[in-house]
């Protein structure tokens, strides 16, 4: 389908090239009119200075004013108009008022001016030539203005047009910056909704149910009769994980309801890399054997690195603790000099479930997606010495 004729003519004017094709041609054209009609060397300057400096008009607006005073000139030293002076005028008055050089009616005065003073020299010119030109207390005399008076109007319209195709394009320009910002209020207005009822599905499908896991583990204690020391400390400890989630998903859930433009305020801080004692601890509570390994002098991270490395180590050692119970389970984390995080979390259980893909499960796609977000890699499956191996390398440099 071809491209209609007004969008590649407005096309071919706004490329770089048509100011020096449009300016070169004109003064070509004005070469051959004053080849074939010789003229003054003042009225021959002006002629080539109008047309030549039109060249230059977009890379250097205020040309314009040149192009106009040559123009003006070389009218002045003969008394007939050359058509390229005419055309290299309208062309840099019109630029003038597109450009704005000047204030548009500093430019109509200037140019009122230049075409009266023309007229001055082209009533003298006649006076000289014996021409039956009237004085200018006699009747009739107003006539011999007639000349300055339709520059005047000719400056008055090439500026006005000007002016009001850079108006135009200005009005055009704010209405579409007006229109790209209501898209990006409708926009983020669109996905603060949907963040609201994620919030509320959040709330309503998993806070309440670990509400109820913690109401019902601390009621086990002691509605259940004949329970063992260790199932009762079982007990309590189900109750402080349900309670710490629920902690952490008040969290979130303030987070998705507060507005991206607002601060969010937290009720306490997300964990770390230094929260990884207590929760090698907690997963010993729990019946598992854990061991927390720190190479490499401690650097803080971002947030966002700490948090990442702190729930893919959480993750693993949920794994561990469902896929591999009673297992060994050694969380190794380095602060390498080249400005990588790596994370190890290996256990010598049974290894990776038969019939399982090592990039299976909602868990590990969670933990794969959390190194990337911070720019690293996560690798999943088979031990070297058997058990099961998650390793994370998560690059800091760029923190």
């Known amino acids: 389908m071809s491209t209609p004729f007004p969008r590649r003519f407005r096309a071919w004017i706004a490329a770089p090239a048509y100011p020096w094709v449009t300016g070169g041609a004109l003064t070509a054209g004005a070469v051959a009119e004053l080849i074939a009609y010789p003229a003054s060397v003042t009225t021959t300057i002006g002629v080539l200075v109008s047309s030549a400096s039109l060249m230059w008009r977009r890379s250097l607006p205020p040309v314009s004013v ?110 579409s910056l007006a229109q790209a910002q209501l898209i990006a209020i409708e926009r983020r207005q669109a996905a603060e909704a949907e963040r609201a009822a994620i919030a509320r599905e959040l709330h309503d499908i998993v806070s309440h149910s670990v509400s109820m ?112 119970p009673g297992a060994r389970t050694v969380v190794e984390i380095h602060y390498g000099t080249d400005l990588l995080l790596t994370l190890r979390v290996r256990d010598d259980g049974p290894g990776p479930v038969r019939g399982q893909g090592p990039g299976a499960g909602h868990g590990l796609t969670g933990m794969r997606e959390r190194a990337a977000l911070v720019g690293g890699r996560l690798s999943a499956g088979a031990g070297p010495d058997g058990g099961f191996l998650v390793e994370a390398e998560l690059p800091w440099g760029s923190a």
């Open 66 to 175: 040149l192009t106009v005073a040559a123009g003006l000139l070389g009218f002045a030293g003969d008394v007939s108009l050359y058509v390229s002076i005419m055309a290299s005028g309208l062309i840099a008055c019109y630029t003038l008022g597109r450009s704005r050089v000047l204030h548009p009616a500093v430019t109509v005065a200037g140019g009122a001016l230049g075409a009266l003073c023309v007229n001055l020299v082209h009533i003298n010119t006649w006076s000289r030539m014996d021409l039956p030109v009237p004085a200018l207390w006699e009747r009739g005399s107003l006539s011999l203005f007639a000349e300055s008076l339709l520059l005047t109007v000719v400056v008055f319209g090439a500026v006005m047009m000007g002016d009001a195709v850079r108006s135009r394009a200005e009005t055009l320009t704010e209405r």
């Open 213 to 324: 896991i913690a109401v019902q583990a601390e009621s086990a204690t002691y509605t259940t009769p004949g329970l063992t020391p260790e199932a009762r400390d079982g007990f309590q400890q189900i109750a402080g994980t349900a309670r710490s989630s629920m902690a952490e998903l008040r969290r979130l859930l303030g987070v998705l309801r507060t507005p991206q433009d607002k601060e969010t305020v937290l009720t306490a801080p997300q964990p770390t890399l230094d929260h990884l004692a207590e929760l090698v601890r907690q997963h010993r509570t729990v019946g598992g054997e854990a061991e927390l390994r720190v190479t490499g002098e401690r650097v803080p991270l971002p947030a966002v690195w700490e948090l990442s490395a702190y729930r893919i180590a959480q993750e693993a050692l949920t794994n561990a603790r469902k896929h591999a």
